[in-house]
């Protein structure tokens, strides 16, 4: 079955870094263009960045372009979101989340991980 | 970016109901919208995607409808595993965008 196992969320100070990465198994990974898409706590859903199937191409949110750099390893089948500036507004649960399409990019998010949580706070 | 906006953002309503709820975005997004359903502590699943397609494993009392600038999700009958959050998504163009959600209370 789909599994999507993010990691490496925690509490970091304003204008640190944080590197979230999110583990992927029982699909063909590298067929799949795949997202980040965060939550506030007791917010709605704001989607974060997406990353190609190879991972030759990336789009930002407004919100962390410039900061944020998404990334994949195909061979490790995993992801990685290394952010960097953060600030408070960046406080939320980041889900790592599947393009539904297998050959190329729907923008639609068929399975979710279970999230991770980042607080931005002094 | 397109706006998306969600009527209403509580909607209260008892088991065997018809439900209906509205999405409206700021600019044409054809028939580019998708649905989700999520419950407290938990990921959103999709429920619906180019307005109308049911997902599969989603039940049939679960339809969508609209084009343009708005859209209808619609809980034909209402049932208790159906209370949660539900938000509308455009996928025209990026950044993508969601609505702002609307919780689906027991009344």
């Known amino acids: 079955q789909v599994q999507l196992v993010e990691s490496g969320g925690g509490v970091v100070q304003p204008g640190r870094s944080l590197r979230l990465s999110c583990a992927a198994s029982?699909?063909?990974?590298?067929?799949?263009?795949m997202n980040w898409v965060r939550q506030a706590p007791g917010k709605g859903l704001e989607w974060v960045a997406v990353?190609?199937?190879?991972?030759?191409?990336?789009y930002y949110s407004d919100s962390v372009k410039g900061r944020f750099t998404f990334s994949r390893d195909n061979s490790k089948n995993t992801l990685y979101l290394q952010m960097n500036s953060l600030r408070a507004e960046d406080t939320a649960i980041y889900y790592c989340?599947?393009?539904?399409?297998?050959?190329?990019?729907?923008?639609?998010?068929?399975?979710w991980g279970q999230g991770t949580l980042v607080t931005v706070s002094s | 970016d397109i706006q998306m906006t969600q009527s209403p953002s509580t909607l209260s309503a008892s088991v065997g109901d018809r439900v209906t709820i509205t999405c409206r975005a700021s600019?044409?997004?054809?028939?580019?919208l998708a649905w989700y359903q999520q419950k407290p502590g938990k990921a959103p699943n999709v429920l619906i995607y180019?307005?109308?397609n049911l997902e599969s494993g989603v039940p049939s009392r679960f339809s969508g409808s609209g084009s343009g600038t708005e859209f209808t999700l619609t809980i034909s009958s209402l049932q208790p595993d159906d209370f949660a959050t539900y938000y509308c998504?455009?996928?025209?163009?990026?950044?993508?965008?969601f609505g702002q959600g609307t919780k689906v209370e027991i009344k």
């Open positions: 989340a599947r393009d539904r399409s297998s050959t190329g990019l729907s923008n639609i998010f068929d399975y």
């Open positions: 029982g699909f063909t990974f590298n067929s799949h263009a």
């Open positions: 990353i190609s199937y190879d991972g030759s191409n990336q």
């Open positions: 600019q044409s997004i054809s028939n580019w």
């Open positions: 180019e307005t109308s």
């Open positions: 998504q455009q996928y025209k163009s990026y950044s993508l965008t």
